[in-house]
């Protein structure tokens, strides 16, 4: 099982931009997917993108296409989440998470190994 510890979070004005990273500890970081995930306010969590095992594949919701770049490193057991032009439906808890399936997917049920998640806030 892996270890896993977002930071990056914090407030940030809308158009503005903000880097989450995923600090893994344990074995076996470069066997899995890795996800970001949110819980905006009363919601539920969503998917928001994830990237292969290699690092060399990634997808990303509608949402945040265009706007947000997910990478991993599997040398330095981290991986990341660059997130530019912030509008405020980007707030939320920001979690990452870790798969072993065969394929990368944002589906729920695959991760079973997740951070204790990083406050996100787009507001002026």
């Known amino acids: 099982q892996l270890q896993l510890v977002e930071s990056g979070g914090g407030l940030v004005q809308p158009g503005g931009s903000l880097r989450l990273s995923c600090t893994a500890s344990?074995?076996?970081?470069?066997?899995?997917?890795i996800a970001w995930f949110r819980q905006p306010p009363g919601k539920e969590l969503e998917g928001v993108s994830c990237?292969?095992?290699?690092?060399?594949?990634?997808d990303y919701v509608d949402s945040v296409k265009g706007r947000f770049t997910i990478s991993k490193d599997n040398v330095k057991q981290m991986a990341y989440l660059q997130m530019d032009s912030l509008i405020p439906d980007d707030s939320g808890v920001y979690y990452c998470?870790?798969?072993?399936?065969?394929?990368?997917?944002?589906?729920?049920?695959?991760?079973?190994?997740w951070g204790q998640g990083t406050q996100v806030t787009v507001s002026s």
């Open positions: 344990g074995f076996g970081f470069d066997s899995v997917h």
């Open positions: 998470a870790a798969s072993r399936w065969q394929l990368k997917s944002m589906r729920l049920g695959e991760y079973s190994d």
């Open positions: 990237v292969s095992k290699t690092g060399l594949s990634a």
